[in-house]
């Protein structure tokens, strides 16, 4: 290998390290996570992960036997359940704080016509929204039986900011200063997490769109690779040899690092999260 080779491999190297300087820290993250959910649905993932790793890799290595892409064909085989569990907390965080303006609301409506606080959290609870219906359950059992702060502090310790705000208000209204006015607060609250909800769906369609574009750019070097192998196999050959696979290493870190790169350029931050980082 040429010096100018090997000045570029190092470059390409140090961009990447640069990129990627906080990534032991989220892969330990990521195990502590995955060893906290050692159960059943952990191992069902894990040995899904690593039967897709082994039939993308093998499936790569029959079409075009590169060991750079096959090794990456596995590494996405054996992320791909992970990611699917990562979108579907995503999706069901986002229906849990969808849902808490509507919970508010409908316990507002309550406390307005008339009803204390337990039996309007039982109206919740039986006809509110589903995703909080066993969460307003367990709330109104604990306050009949004279848990009301107990109750509240669990409330507070949930991950969604709605439920830490309603918490925070019924807790003032009900234990620390219980001068009554509950629904219009609550009302209130429920209209500013709508607001801020909608306000954060936007700003995630956009870094959607753009995680999609930069998707798209990361594989196309891909389709070109599996198209040029298609029309002339004996292209491929230099890319199976030592040096070719380290530049093909080479040229899969810049893709990687240039589509990190993109991704936090572009990063467009959540309402209620740029505070907290």
């Known amino acids: 290998m040429s010096a100018g080779a090997l000045l570029a491999v190092l470059g390409l190297g140090l961009l990447a390290t640069g990129l990627l300087a906080d990534l032991p820290a989220r892969l330990r993250a990521r195990a502590a996570g995955?060893?906290?959910?050692?159960?059943?649905?952990?191992?069902?993932?894990?040995?899904?992960?690593?039967a897709l790793?082994?039939?993308?890799?093998?499936?790569?290595w029959f079409v075009l036997a590169l060991p750079v892409v096959t090794l990456l064909a596995a590494a996405g085989g054996?992320?791909?359940?992970?990611?699917?569990?990562?979108?579907?907390?995503g999706r069901e965080a986002r229906e849990l704080e969808r849902a808490w303006s509507a919970a508010l609301d409908q316990l507002a409506d309550g406390l307005e016509a008339g009803l204390g606080f337990p039996?309007?959290?039982?109206?919740?609870?039986?006809?509110?929204?589903?995703?909080?219906?066993?969460?307003?359950?367990?709330?109104?059992?604990?306050?009949?039986?004279?848990?009301?702060?107990?109750?509240?502090?669990?409330?507070?310790?949930?991950?969604?900011?709605?439920?830490?705000?309603?918490?925070?208000?019924?807790?003032?209204?009900l234990v620390e200063l219980p001068t009554g006015g509950l629904a219009p607060l609550l009302r209130e609250l429920a209209r500013v997490g709508r607001e801020r909800f909608e306000t954060a769906e936007r700003a995630r369609g956009r870094a959607l769109a753009l995680r999609r574009e930069a998707t798209i750019l990361a594989f196309s070097p891909l389709f070109f690779l599996l198209l040029i192998g298609w029309s002339a196999p004996g292209y491929l050959d230099a890319y199976r040899s030592a040096g070719g696979t380290i530049v093909s290493l080479a040229g899969a870190l810049a893709i990687g690092a240039c589509y990190l790169a993109m991704l936090r350029l572009g990063r467009i931050p959540e309402p209620g999260r740029a505070g907290r980082r």
Request: charged share 25%; hydrophobic share 50%; aromatic share 2%.
């Open 34 to 50: 995955l060893a906290a959910r050692a159960g059943v649905g952990g191992r069902r993932e894990l040995l899904g992960g690593a």
């Open 53 to 60: 790793a082994l039939a993308l890799g093998a499936a790569s």
């Open 78 to 89: 054996a992320s791909a359940p992970l990611l699917r569990r990562r979108a579907r907390q």
């Open 119 to 173: 039996a309007a959290a039982a109206f919740v609870a039986v006809s509110g929204p589903p995703p909080l219906r066993e969460r307003f359950g367990t709330l109104v059992e604990r306050v009949r039986r004279g848990e009301l702060e107990p109750a509240l502090e669990e409330l507070a310790g949930a991950p969604e900011q709605a439920a830490r705000t309603a918490a925070a208000l019924l807790r003032a209204a």
